[in-house]
Every structure is written in C-alpha cells, then in structure tokens.
C-alpha cells in the first residue's frame, strides 16, 4: 500500500511563491500517474496538474498553465508543485494524489478516478 504525504503549503502574498512536496512511501512513484488536486472553502475539488507514470505526458487546468510546474524526482519518491504568481483565488487545501492508469494507457483526471490520497497541505494567498 502506498501512502502520500505533502509538504510546503503555507500563508504568501499575492505574487508570490510556494513549492509543495508529495512523498511516497510503501511503493515507488514511478508506478503511479500522479495529481495535484485543490479545494478552496465552500467549492469541489478540482485538478490543478498531473502527469503520466513516465511524466511524458503533463496537464495543466487552464487557470494555472504558465505559473505552476509539476515535477517529479523518482530517486527521491517524490513529485513537487512549484507555484509562481500565486493569486488570492489559488487559496485552497492542495492535495496529492495517484493512481496506476487504465488499460488504455490513459489517466482520467477526476477527484473520484484517484486512488491514494496524501493528507492536504494548505495553502492562503493574501491581497
């Protein structure tokens, strides 16, 4: 069983930058397509970005195509979030998560698709 466990959420202001963290222990990462998800009060989950099990392939929902950076260090078990230009509206519980992809080779990118979940990490940016 493989467990998620996130890091570096925390309280900056509009502009500014954050890189958050997702370990994996229990299982390597590279067997898994892995996501970052987000829940700001009051609304769904959503995807921020994921990527293929071999990164081949990443996507970015619209709204953070050209701020956030996803990347993965399989050596080190863990895949990271770089937020830049972060805005008050990015303000949300940022969560990690994976799944192994389907027969197709694909990944669907639903909250209810994923598997394993980390914990969440908070982020707040202020005006």
């Known amino acids: 069983q493989v467990q998620l466990s996130e890091a570096g959420g925390g309280l900056v202001q509009a502009g500014g930058s954050l890189r958050l963290s997702c370990t994996f222990s229990?299982?390597?990462?590279?067997?898994?397509?892995v996501f970052w998800f987000r829940q700001a009060p009051g609304k769904e989950r959503e995807i921020v970005t994921g990527t293929t099990r071999t990164g081949s392939v990443t996507y970015y929902t619209e709204s953070v195509k050209g701020r956030f950076t996803f990347s993965k260090d399989n050596g080190k078990n863990t895949a990271y979030l770089q937020m830049d230009s972060l805005q008050p509206e990015d303000t949300a519980v940022y969560y990690c998560a994976a799944r192994v992809g389907l027969s197709t080779g694909g990944y669907p990118l639903q909250s209810a698709a994923m598997v394993f979940w980390g914990k969440g990490t908070l982020v707040t940016v202020s005006s």
């Open positions: 229990g299982r390597a990462l590279d067997r898994y397509g």
